[in-house]
């Protein structure tokens, strides 16, 4: 059972427009979720999060947008940078009495062209 | 440089062998895990620890697999008689009791078995 999706499995977009990264999650016990970015041959890299009693959370070029009611949240990037070309992971997290273990979605990889 | 550490970066082994990871989380994070990564997938959970204390292991971990935390400090993930099904990447990550819910990911230890 995959609790959390990114039915997207790549992304090409232009340097310095908007990337918008989606996911979909099934679990609504789920209390954060969070974006992470990732190298080849590196650990992911915690980008941005947001707690499932918020809608935004903004951080420099960095949005994350949660509809609780769609169990739907979208990462958007703006203005996309090259250096920004890499896979995304969804994640969300349980609660802290389940260990706040992350369940990840299967990743976006995004291409920005210069 | 005070992030998640982990030793080795890459391990080759033959079908058959033992093998052992290590992981250094951040210094004053109570909280590591283990997750495992296969091609084209998002990491998924393995085990966590609470200080010394492992308190869950996913169904995926096998009972080849045995992780200990001895002193809340390092973690080490061992692997019996290991199978080719095991190769992946082996990713450490660590929390606070503040955030438990963002977690800061190791580089991984790459495991190929011949």
């Known amino acids: 059972d995959q609790q959390v999706k990114q039915n997207s499995p790549s992304l090409s977009v232009q340097e310095g427009r908007i990337s918008i990264l989606n996911c979909d999650y099934t679990n609504s016990m789920f209390d954060y979720f969070l974006w992470y970015k990732k190298y080849p041959a590196e650990g992911p890299t915690f980008l941005i999060s947001?707690?499932?009693?918020?809608d935004k959370n903004e951080d420099g070029r960095f949005t994350v947008f949660l509809n609780k009611s769609a169990k739907h949240l979208s990462l958007h990037i703006v203005p996309s940078q090259p250096g920004d070309s890499a896979v995304y992971f969804c994640?969300?997290?349980?609660?802290?009495?389940?260990?706040?273990?992350?369940?990840f979605g299967g990743g976006t990889r995004v291409l920005v062209k210069p | 440089d005070t992030g998640v550490s982990q030793d080795p970066r890459h391990k080759i082994t033959k079908r058959g062998q033992n093998v052992t990871f290590r992981c250094d989380p951040i210094?004053?994070?109570?909280?590591l895990y283990w997750y495992r990564q296969t091609l084209g997938q998002g990491p998924e959970f393995l085990t966590y620890f609470q200080n010394e204390a492992q308190l869950e292991k996913s169904r995926l971990l096998s009972d080849r697999f045995s992780a200990e935390r001895p002193k809340g400090s390092f973690s080490t993930l061992e692997i019996q008689r290991t199978e080719q099904g095991d190769s992946a990447m082996y990713l450490c990550?660590?929390?606070?009791?503040?955030?438990?819910?963002?977690?800061?990911f190791g580089p991984g230890t790459r495991l190929t078995v011949l």
């Open positions: 210094s004053e994070h109570n909280r």
């Open positions: 947001i707690s499932s009693i918020k």
């Open positions: 990550a660590s929390s606070s009791e503040d955030l438990p819910h963002e977690q800061f």
């Open positions: 994640a969300a997290s349980g609660s802290k009495a389940a260990g706040n273990k992350l369940t």
